[in-house]
């Protein structure tokens, strides 16, 4: 079984810059979630994609942006990087089902440095 | 509003010492608890959840917690800690149904001394 991916594994970018993340989800995952971990904290919620739909989206600005695809990868698009911007980026994979809880296994993140 | 209180921000302790970590949360309705943990230079990996039942809760590791619903608490505790356990230690809570977003706490670094 295939864990959760993610590429590249370091970025710098410059102020201005757009950048793409992208993310392949764990075998048999329908659901992709997206955090930015800023050093010294906790990982923060940018958006949800289920079924290649936004799902939910926690306090991050229209200039992030994602994808789904139909095999269930997924990308992050971040416009007018600002130097706020720096942080490492999570990936979280999930299989959602009616009802009840479930568990999100996270990739080993890309680390984006905005100069 | 929503939160994850995480009180340890830095814990140094020595090997075979014992471990609590307190985690308190702020959630409307039915809650998810976790704790995941992240080893020098390696992603996050799930210790334990609580989705609900038997509200002590065994992970992997030796790990386990306690959901207290009247105290708002889902602590981490370990009887004897080993070198190998230095790493950071997110708690997290997230909804029953709905969008599934994690909501994290700050962190607590341990640092386990030989």
């Known amino acids: 079984e295939t864990g959760v991916t993610q590429s590249p594994t370091h970025l710098i970018k410059t102020r201005g810059q757009q950048v793409t993340l992208r993310c392949s989800s764990q075998s048999g995952h329908n659901t992709v979630s997206w955090y930015q971990q800023a050093l010294g904290q906790g990982p923060q919620f940018i958006f949800q994609?289920?079924?290649?739909?936004?799902?939910g989206r926690g306090n991050f600005p229209p200039r992030f942006s994602g994808l789904q695809f139909p095999n269930y990868s997924s990308e992050l698009n971040v416009n007018a990087l600002e130097l706020d911007d720096s942080a490492l980026y999570l990936c979280a994979s999930s299989h959602q089902q009616a009802g009840g809880g479930h568990e999100q296994f996270f990739g080993p993140g890309t680390r984006l440095t905005v100069l | 509003a929503q939160s994850v209180s995480q009180h340890n921000h830095h814990v140094i302790l020595s090997e075979a010492a014992s471990l609590e970590l307190g985690c308190n949360y702020s959630y409307g309705g039915t809650v998810n608890l976790f704790w995941y943990v992240q080893y020098p230079g390696q992603h996050l990996q799930l210790l334990l959840k609580?989705?609900?039942?038997?509200?002590l809760v065994k992970g992997i590791k030796g790990f386990e917690a306690e959901f207290i619903k009247s105290k708002f608490s889902f602590n981490l505790r370990k009887p004897s800690v080993q070198w190998s356990d230095t790493a950071e230690y997110f708690c997290a809570a997230g909804p029953g149904s709905g969008t599934y977003k994690y909501i994290f706490g700050t962190g607590t670094r341990l640092k386990v001394l030989a």
């Open positions: 994609y289920y079924r290649e739909e936004e799902n």
């Open positions: 609580y989705f609900s039942g038997d509200p």
